[in-house]
């Protein structure tokens, strides 16, 4: 089984423009997610996905960069080109590209899933253990059923639990946070981003219910990272202080 990391990396952003080619302790946040990416066992290639000649020139100095349209609406849609182009690969991970210190085994859990052949789409999850993040609609949840398969993702803690008081909510169930980390047969990426944007993908601005509406089961593997993401200027400082130990 071929496996691609395929990281897509955009200039334009509303809160952090340029964020993929910010300074993050000596090295482009871009580099460093390479770095970290190249890592995890079971890789055959990484790929760096932009649509920016700035980003592609400063990445073809360490690393292996493609070109995509600049018409994409997501990151998905920027590694379904890749998948198109690189027809020898199998399974293909999105990596984040504001993740400068993802872990490696986050990948590799990922491509473990793929060893089950029913399993077409892979993402991880994380156990909510604080309150503040089991009612932050910024971070996405996720209920799933026994074989571990997602059941629906909401910017709302799911389930409700009737009749109990919010604070109690965490010691009577176990709620699990979305970790934005994605792996797809090759067939199956190039399929799910033929679909239209769906009516639940549009209320909860969370693209994956738009693959759970058209019939795609997504396996969900639980990790113990979550996802450190850089939104914002100013989160390159706690985010350096937070994993100091890595530079």
């Known amino acids: 089984m071929k496996v691609f990391a395929v990281i897509p990396a955009r200039y ?77 690969c199998d399974v293909l991970i999105n990596v984040q590209g504001d993740e400068p210190f993802i872990h490696p085994e986050q990948i590799e859990l990922l491509i473990s899933s793929f060893l089950e052949q029913e399993v077409e789409i892979a993402t991880l999850v994380n156990s909510i253990t604080d309150s503040a993040d089991l009612f932050n609609a910024d971070i996405p949840k996720v209920t799933i059923n026994g074989k571990g398969d997602a059941l629906y993702f909401s910017r709302q803690p799911i389930p409700f639990f009737r009749g109990l008081s919010q604070e109690h909510w965490l010691a009577e169930h176990q709620y699990f946070k979305h970790v934005g980390i994605y792996g797809y047969r090759r067939e199956t990426l190039k399929q799910i981003t033929k679909f239209p944007m769906s009516v639940l993908e549009k209320v909860e601005a969370l693209e994956q219910l738009r693959w759970l509406e058209n019939g795609y089961a997504i396996r969900t593997v639980l990790s113990a990272y979550g996802s450190y993401g850089i939104d914002r200027p100013e989160d390159i400082n706690y985010t350096l202080q937070l994993f100091k130990d890595l530079l």
Do not use: N, W
Request: charged content about 30%; overall charge neutral; glycine content about 6%.
């Open 12 to 88: 334009e952003s509303s809160r952090f423009p340029g964020k993929p080619l910010a300074d993050i302790a000596g090295k482009s946040m871009i580099q460093r997610v390479v770095e970290r990416t190249s890592m995890a066992h079971g890789l055959s290639k990484v790929v760096v996905a932009t649509d920016d000649r700035r980003i592609f020139d400063h990445v073809k100095t360490f690393a292996e960069v493609f070109m995509t349209s600049p018409d994409h609406q997501s990151g998905t849609d920027r590694c379904a080109e890749v998948a198109v182009k690189y027809t020898e």
